[in-house]
């Protein structure tokens, strides 16, 4: 169940935290909201790296017949998972490190189920084999967060606005460092709660034993898969 608190709140805690609660003209309430919804961008992207709380499945897609590229959603920020339905199931499609971008040359087939991909820029991913059907597609990623306003309050869930208010907080304290000593204080509590946050954000899920993924493995197993398309 979520936990909303209203914008106008979490601006009033961020004067309070930089102390400027007189300062109203220097630090305005507009500013102060720019500042929050900076940080509530920053903040998706934080939690997304350790939980599934923000990402976002995409519609079933398609990837074209003798495709490359394909597009990436328009809300798209961050790409966490790419699954393929080839003969009725779906199977991963492995990111290649740059680094390696020329180690597979000698294995692929021309054209056949997509295995690789690699994000070309904020609006294509590259696939490799070249598609030689059109396949079934999803994509696992992080969208763009709405902007915080009066109608979509911030979801605090056990707290999590104050990673928010602290950055928002050491903003202005950055701003008015000639007056304003509390900087470190600041710097200090947000590095508590974050540390608080990111456990918290891991644990929203039933817990179960870890495992390593070997995906380099994975990856020279269907390589050798594929060379027995060859020829």
């Keep these: 169940m979520a936990r909303t608190r209203p914008l106008s709140d979490m601006v009033a805690d961020v004067r309070w935290q ?8 220097r630090h305005t309430t507009e500013k102060i909201e720019r500042a929050l919804n900076q940080s509530n961008q920053a903040f998706r992207l934080m939690i997304s790296d350790v939980s599934d709380y923000y990402k ?7 990837i074209a017949a003798n495709a490359t590229t394909i597009p990436v959603p328009a809300d798209f920020i961050r790409l966490y998972g790419f699954d393929v339905e080839v003969q009725g199931r779906w199977r991963e499609v492995f ?24 994000e070309r820029d904020a609006s294509v991913i590259d696939i490799i084999p070249q598609a030689d059907a059109s396949y079934s597609y999803v994509l696992w990623y992080l969208p763009i967060g ?18 928010l208010v602290f950055d928002a907080a050491l903003r202005i304290s950055t701003r008015d460092a000639d007056v304003n000593d509390n900087y470190q204080y600041l710097q200090g509590e947000m ?3 974050e540390t608080r946050i990111k456990a918290e954000a891991g644990k929203r899920s039933i817990p179960r034993a870890g495992r390593r993924l070997d995906t ?16």
């Design 95 to 118: 990111e290649f490190p740059f680094a390696e971008r020329n180690r597979y040359q000698d294995n692929w087939v021309k054209n056949g189920p997509p295995n690789y991909y690699r």
């Design 18 to 25: 930089a102390d400027v609660e007189g300062a109203l003209g």
């Design 56 to 62: 976002k499945k995409s519609a079933t897609l398609t």
């Design 146 to 163: 709405d902007e915080l306003d009066a109608d979509t309050d911030f979801d605090g869930i056990a707290g999590w606005e104050d990673w």
């Design 216 to 231: 380099r493995g994975r990856r020279q197993g269907v390589e050798w898969a594929n060379r027995w398309r060859i020829g």
């Design 191 to 193: 590095a508590r709660v």
